[in-house]
């Protein structure tokens, strides 16, 4: 019953800057690790950046001093604002979390996938 959903994804002129938000919502008892994926025609899925329950930051070199990423555990919601964009950032980003939730007796951690957002660089 947990859904991710992300938006935020548009069509930016290189150099400029963009953030996108992902919000959890469902049964959910709490949240660990958030994390942004991009995948661009062709290559294969990679993360771009990840954050712990607790606010440890990791991110790709490529992506570093540029992105930032952040949560909103109230909120359940996590942040990835891009700035500098380049026209290599253009990616369907996707929102991945590990989440526990409420089953019908007890609960369980699950991994979810949001279904993507389009962010586009033109040059």
């Known amino acids: 019953q947990v859904q991710l959903v992300e938006s935020g994804g548009k069509l930016v002129q290189a150099g400029g800057s963009l953030r996108l938000s992902c919000t959890a919502s469902?049964?959910?008892?709490?949240?660990?690790?958030m994390a942004w994926f991009r995948q661009a025609p062709g290559n294969e899925r990679e993360l771009v950046a990840s954050i712990t329950s607790l606010g440890t930051t990791n991110y790709v070199d490529s992506v570093k001093g540029r992105f930032i990423i952040s949560r909103d555990n109230a909120k359940n919601t996590v942040y990835l604002q891009m700035n500098s964009l380049k026209p290599e950032d253009t990616a369907v980003y996707y929102c991945?979390?590990?989440?526990?939730?409420?089953?019908?007796?007890?609960?369980?951690?699950?991994?979810?996938w949001g279904q993507g957002t389009q962010v586009t660089v033109s040059s």
């Open positions: 469902g049964s959910i008892v709490d949240i660990g690790a």
């Open positions: 991945n979390a590990d989440i526990r939730v409420r089953l019908g007796v007890g609960m369980g951690t699950y991994n979810y």
